[in-house]
C-alpha cells in the first residue's frame, strides 16, 4: 500500500502539468477512495424505511474499493519509472524484491486486523496477494498493460460467472459453506482451501475480478500523467464509460423482470430488492444471465466492472487536473493519501473502538454520522502534519524499511 507517486523522468513538455516528486494527483485521488470506504464503513447505505439507496449508497457502494485497487496499480508503475519506463534489469530486481516484502507485510497486518470487532470486508489481504500477482507485469509497457487490462475487464466476469455456477453445481452449499464470511485471518491458515476458495471465488473481493483494476491501474500508470492532455483523456474516457455503463444499469431495473423475479425468490418487498441491487448488499443473479446487465456493486458482473473501472477513471483524471491548481489549499487531502495504509489500519481501530461492546466509543450518542466526521477530521490533520513534517505515514515507512532492507543495496 506504500505506493510512491514518483513522476519518473519523463521531460516537462510545454503543455504537461508540473511534474513534482510525488504526483499529488494520484495522491488526492487515493485519499477520496479513503474516505468514501469510510463512509461506506459507517454510514447507512440503505434506507431502513423504504429500502431506497441513501446518499452513500448511492455514490460509495463499490466505487471507492475500486478505485483504491486501481491506484494500487498506478502506484506500483509509478514506482518502477512511470512513463520513463522501467529501468535497467537490476533496477528492476530490486523494486521486484522491494515489493514483494511489502506485499507480505500488507498481507499480514491485513491477517491481524481482521480480529479487530470492525463489521467492515478489510481488503488487504488480496491488496497484498495484487501486489504478488502484479510483480511478473511490472516491466511492462503501456500498450501491452492495456491490453491486457483489457482482457481481463471483459473477460474476468465471464470466467467468474462460470467457475461461480461450476462450483454450485459441483460441491453442495456452495455459497453458503465455501466462504469465510469474514475478513480473512490468522486462524484461516489452518484451512487453507476454504480461505483459498473465499480468496479466489466466494468472497468479498475474488481475486477472479480485482486484477482488472489492478492491471488497468498498471497502464494507467505508464501514461505520462503529468501532463494536462492525458489527464484530460483519462477523466473524459472514464466519465463516458461510467455514465454509460450506469444507464444500461438502470434501464435494465427498469424494463426486465429481474426485481419482481428475485422479490418472488426471496419474499422481499419490490422496493427493498431494488435499494439491494443498488447497494450490492444482496447476493447477484449470478445464475441468470441478465446478471451481467446489472452494475450491482461488488457483484463482479460484466457491467459492475465496466462501472467500476469508469468511475475510478473520471476520478483519478479530475484528480490530476484540479489537485495542483488547489496549491496548499490541498495539502490535507493529498498528505493523507500519500499514507493510505496508515490511515486504513487506523480507521479500522477507530471501528473497533465503536464497535466493541468495551469499546470507548459504544455510546449511544456516538452514531454513525459522528464517527465519519471524527474519521474525516483525523485523515486530514493526518495528512496536514504529513505534509508539514515531509515524512512517509508511520506503517509507510515500516512496510519501505524493510523492503528496502530486504532488497539490497538501490541500484542506481
Known amino acids: 500500500m506504500d505506493s510512491p507517486s514518483t513522476a519518473g523522468s519523463a521531460p516537462r513538455r510545454r503543455r504537461a502539468l508540473r511534474s513534482p516528486s510525488r504526483i499529488s494527483g494520484v495522491d488526492s485521488a487515493r485519499c477520496l477512495a479513503l474516505l468514501g470506504m469510510m463512509a461506506v464503513h459507517v454510514l447507512s447505505t440503505t434506507d431502513e424505511f423504504t429500502g431506497d439507496p441513501t446518499v452513500a449508497g448511492w455514490l460509495f457502494t463499490g466505487r471507492p474499493s475500486a478505485?483504491?485497487?486501481?491506484?494500487?496499480?498506478?502506484?506500483?508503475?509509478?514506482?518502477?519509472?512511470?512513463?520513463?519506463?522501467?529501468?535497467?534489469?537490476?533496477?528492476?530486481?530490486?523494486?521486484?524484491?522491494?515489493?514483494?516484502?511489502?506485499?507480505?507485510?500488507?498481507?499480514?497486518?491485513?491477517?491481524?486486523?481482521?480480529?479487530?470487532?470492525?463489521?467492515?470486508?478489510?481488503?488487504?489481504?488480496?491488496?497484498?496477494?495484487?501486489?504478488?500477482?502484479?510483480?511478473?507485469?511490472?516491466?511492462?509497457?503501456?500498450?501491452?498493460?492495456?491490453?491486457?487490462?483489457?482482457?481481463?475487464?471483459?473477460?474476468?466476469?465471464?470466467?467468474?460467472?462460470?467457475?461461480?455456477?461450476?462450483?454450485?453445481?459441483?460441491?453442495?452449499?456452495?455459497?453458503?459453506?465455501?466462504?469465510?464470511?469474514?475478513?480473512?485471518?490468522?486462524?484461516?491458515?489452518?484451512?487453507?482451501?476454504?480461505?483459498?476458495?473465499?480468496?479466489?471465488?466466494?468472497?468479498?473481493?475474488?481475486?477472479?475480478?480485482?486484477?482488472?483494476?489492478?492491471?488497468?491501474?498498471?497502464?494507467?500508470?505508464?501514461?505520462?500523467?503529468?501532463?494536462?492532455?492525458?489527464?484530460?483523456?483519462?477523466?473524459?474516457?472514464?466519465?463516458?464509460?461510467?455514465?454509460?455503463?450506469?444507464?444500461?444499469?438502470?434501464?435494465?431495473?427498469?424494463?426486465?423482470?429481474?426485481?419482481?423475479?428475485l422479490s418472488a425468490a426471496t419474499g422481499m418487498p419490490e422496493p427493498v430488492v431494488r435499494g439491494e441491487l443498488l447497494t450490492g448488499t444482496l447476493l447477484p443473479l449470478i445464475e441468470d444471465l441478465r446478471w451481467h446487465l446489472l452494475a450491482t456493486p461488488h457483484s463482479g458482473s460484466s457491467l459492475d466492472v465496466l462501472h467500476t473501472v469508469g468511475t475510478s477513471l473520471a476520478v483519478l483524471g479530475v484528480c490530476l487536473l484540479v489537485t495542483d491548481r488547489l496549491g496548499a489549499l490541498a495539502a490535507p487531502v493529498v498528505g493523507a493519501g500519500a499514507m493510505p495504509l496508515t490511515l486504513y489500519v487506523g480507521h479500522l481501530v477507530v471501528l473497533h473502538l465503536w464497535r466493541d461492546d468495551d469499546g470507548p466509543l459504544n455510546s449511544p450518542e456516538v452514531s454513525g454520522p459522528v464517527i465519519m466526521v471524527l474519521l474525516t477530521v483525523l485523515a486530514l490533520a493526518g495528512g496536514l502534519l504529513k505534509h508539514a513534517l515531509g515524512r512517509r505515514g508511520p506503517l509507510e515507512a515500516v512496510t519501505h524499511a524493510a523492503g528496502a532492507a530486504a532488497a539490497g543495496p538501490r541500484p542506481a
Open 67 to 261: 478505485l483504491f485497487a486501481l491506484l494500487a496499480g498506478v502506484g506500483l508503475a509509478l514506482l518502477c519509472g512511470g512513463a520513463a519506463g522501467p529501468g535497467t534489469r537490476e533496477r528492476m530486481t530490486w523494486n521486484r524484491k522491494a515489493v514483494a516484502v511489502r506485499a507480505v507485510l500488507i498481507l499480514v497486518i491485513g491477517l491481524a486486523v481482521a480480529m479487530l470487532e470492525t463489521s467492515v470486508a478489510i481488503i488487504l489481504v488480496h491488496y497484498g496477494l495484487l501486489f504478488l500477482l502484479a510483480l511478473p507485469f511490472l516491466a511492462l509497457q503501456a500498450r501491452p498493460l492495456l491490453m491486457l487490462a483489457a482482457i481481463w475487464v471483459v473477460l474476468a466476469p465471464v470466467a467468474y460467472r462460470l467457475v461461480y455456477l461450476a462450483l454450485s453445481a459441483e460441491l453442495d452449499h456452495f455459497a453458503e459453506s465455501w466462504r469465510l464470511w469474514h475478513s480473512p485471518e490468522f486462524s484461516d491458515l489452518a484451512q487453507p482451501g476454504l480461505l483459498a476458495m473465499d480468496l479466489a471465488v466466494s468472497g468479498y473481493y475474488p481475486l477472479i475480478i480485482w486484477p482488472a483494476y489492478l492491471f488497468t491501474g498498471l497502464a494507467i500508470g505508464r501514461l505520462r500523467l503529468t501532463e494536462t492532455a492525458v489527464a484530460v483523456r483519462i477523466a473524459v474516457v472514464g466519465a463516458l464509460l461510467a455514465a454509460g455503463t450506469y444507464l444500461v444499469g438502470r434501464v435494465t431495473l427498469a424494463v426486465s423482470d429481474i426485481v419482481p423475479d
